[in-house]
């Protein structure tokens, strides 16, 4: 599955893959994904802080 929803990814995916200008920025499970979150990010709203924190963490290379 390609998505750009990433709200309901825990329950959909086994796998989750995020890229980001074209390479790979994390791959694991969709719990590692979501750790990737801020830790006081609110749960409606971790999926796309995780993105947010790899895509950010990205511009850095």
């Known amino acids: 599955m390609s998505t750009h929803d990433v709200t309901d990814l825990a329950e959909e995916a086994q796998h989750v893959t995020t890229l980001y200008r074209g390479a790979v920025v994390h791959s694991g499970t969709p719990t590692e994904f979501l750790n990737c979150a801020p830790l006081n990010t609110p749960e ?5 802080a995780a993105y947010a924190q ?4 990205a511009l850095d290379y």
Do not use: V
């Open 54 to 57: 790899l895509t950010e963490a």
């Open 44 to 48: 409606p709203r971790r999926a796309e």
